[in-house]
């Protein structure tokens, strides 16, 4: 009974120094009963050290390179500390790869708790299978898929409605020329708008300031740059999907500031209702400047109805009716035309480059750059090959106008109705009753009629409704919020905080993470330390 006393007490150490200590002791005591084992014996240690680098191998945690810290041969080590090995034996598959992930992440959970603390906030990621189920596509995500090849042509009309759209009188966006852009187009699986909007928003705020760097990969981020209390707030407590705290993470991620984070400015959209609100300019101003992340959109009848395959636009006018589709032909003029096609030719190229994630850490690097746009395939086609490619529209590239960026036969439309998305499965769980299906998107331009009347140009990740275009009384009745960097105070980091990946590819699919925007995150969520 002593024994067994002191084998409890030891079992539960209170500080760090116990935990060094007590490692070393079993490593020593570890080799000594090694050297005494049976053949036998070694071989059945041997296949359950296999088993448990089988799951991490299969999940890419071995080891976390993103993270850069302990190997998982650490993590193995730990494992067999903290835990009993009957445990491991009678666990399921599912519990062991959430084990291994959460050991595989380094400091943050090894280094920084006591063995206590780790078997509690270990066994609280798989203490339901609700939260078991929403740590699923965390750990099944390999990243952003990329589609470029397969819907080169839905980019290359699509791009091209953004560059007839700034050319209309009387609009601009977040650069002088917006032409110069390099535009990223990421389709959303349901539940993945609060990523995706922010990963491409953060791509366009740093081009806006000089740096031409992908748009990270969304289904990666939280994986891999996610601390382990937000982690925990994401999967455990099931309050994830804030495009807002995401996008404030990754300003923190590639940008400093005397502040212990960017400073982010936000406007609420009903504010544009007011007469003479002292805001209103200074809206138009940042967006002269910088994109601007729209949240928490509330989508009523968000839907449009098309009849014609000519590339346009979305307009939404009248809050609650379906918005209008506005064609935009190409010029009538010969040398526009003829410069429309050198573009289109180059975007499509664009398209057959080597893509794919990449590792993003020295913001300095010209290896960055090059990998966005000097990787090309040895076997990437003329612009004329590409338009009898077997796996795309066969129609050639330049009578695109013809065919418009209509792609029914390329890719199963993406985006729905606010009355479809609350009868899928999915809201069940997520909404509750009366609740509205919240969105983000990205605000890149404005535009202001012969009549004074303002319009807002919108990126969403809808291939049915890519671009869109909102009246200012609509936006205003959206419930939405707009959020903006105060770019005077704060300057480009030399190299990200965290290892970052990102992706390259101009038009890719994320993994379904099941989540909403407009969740709320508790304050400290976006102000926790790294």
């Given amino acids: 009974r002593r024994d067994r006393g002191r084998d409890n007490k030891m079992a539960t150490p209170t500080s760090h120094v116990q935990v060094a200590s007590l490692e070393a002791k079993a490593s020593c005591t570890s080799q000594q ?11 059945r240690d041997h296949d359950r050290e296999e088993e448990m680098r089988k799951f991490a191998d299969n999940f890419g945690l071995s080891p976390p ?10 993590a193995v080590k730990q494992i067999k500390f903290d835990f009993k090995r009957r445990w491991w034996k009678n666990a399921s598959e599912e519990e062991k790869t959430i084990l291994v992930f959460l050991y595989c992440r380094g400091s943050s959970f090894l280094g920084n708790l006591d063995q206590q603390k780790r078997q509690e906030i270990a066994r609280s990621f ?14 099944n995500t390999d990243g952003d898929n990329d589609r470029s090849t397969h819907l080169a042509k839905h980019y290359v009309a699509t791009v091209m409605v953004l560059h007839r759209w700034f050319q209309q009188e009387g609009a601009s966006g977040f650069m002088d020329d917006m032409e110069s852009v390099t535009y990223y187009l990421r389709n959303q699986r349901f539940g993945s708008c609060f990523l995706q909007s922010a990963c491409v928003c ?3 705020l740093l081009q806006s300031m000089g740096t031409s760097i992908a748009p990270p990969d969304a289904s990666k981020f939280i994986r891999h740059n996610f601390t382990l209390k937000q982690l925990q707030q994401y999967v455990v407590e099931d309050n994830g999907g804030d495009s807002a705290a995401i996008y404030q993470i990754l300003a923190t991620q590639f940008l400093q500031a005397d502040s212990k984070t960017p400073p982010l400015n936000s406007f609420a959209c009903t504010q544009l209702l007011r007469p003479n609100w002292e805001g209103f300019f200074g809206l138009r101003e940042y967006l002269k400047e910088q994109p601007l992340l729209l949240t928490k959109f509330v989508c009523n009848n968000f839907d449009v109805d098309r009849s014609t395959k000519t590339p346009g636009y979305t307009r939404f006018k009248t809050w609650g009716q379906k918005g209008e589709f506005i064609p935009l032909g190409k010029p009538e003029d010969r040398n526009k035309q003829s410069r429309e096609e050198k573009i289109k030719a180059k975007l499509a190229a664009s398209c057959y480059k080597k893509h794919g994630t990449f590792p993003v850490h020295d913001l300095k690097s010209l290896d960055i750059q090059q990998s966005m746009t000097d ?15 077997a796996d795309c529209t066969p129609s050639p ?10 792609f029914g036969d390329d890719e199963e439309v993406i985006g729905r109705s606010a009355d479809s998305w609350k009868d899928s499965d999915y809201a069940e769980e997520s909404l509750g009753e009366g609740d509205p299906a919240y969105h983000a998107m990205v605000l890149i331009g404005v535009r202001e009629d012969v009549d004074g009347e303002l319009y807002w140009l919108v990126q969403n990740s809808w291939s049915k409704m890519r671009i869109i275009e909102m009246s200012t009384s609509y936006l205003a009745r959206s419930g939405a919020m707009l959020v903006c960097l105060d770019k005077q105070a704060c300057s480009l980091r030399t ?19 099941e989540r909403a925007d407009g969740e709320h995150w508790s304050d400290w969520l976006v102000e926790a330390d790294y």
């Fill in 65 to 74: 390179t993103i993270k850069g810290s302990h190997t998982f041969d650490k």
């Fill in 126 to 139: 798989l203490q339901s299978e609700k939260v078991r189920s929403r740590m699923k596509p965390v750990l």
């Fill in 375 to 389: 990787s090309t395939s040895s076997t990437m086609p003329s612009f004329d090959e590409y338009s009898n490619m």
């Fill in 495 to 513: 190299s990200t905080r965290e290892p970052m990946e990102c992706s390259s590819s101009p038009v890719a699919e994320s993994h379904v993470f």
């Fill in 202 to 204: 953060m791509s366009y």
């Fill in 33 to 43: 009963q090694q050297q005494c084992k049976t053949p036998d014996a070694k071989k």
């Fill in 397 to 406: 590239m330049n009578s695109f106008e013809a065919e418009g960026d209509d």
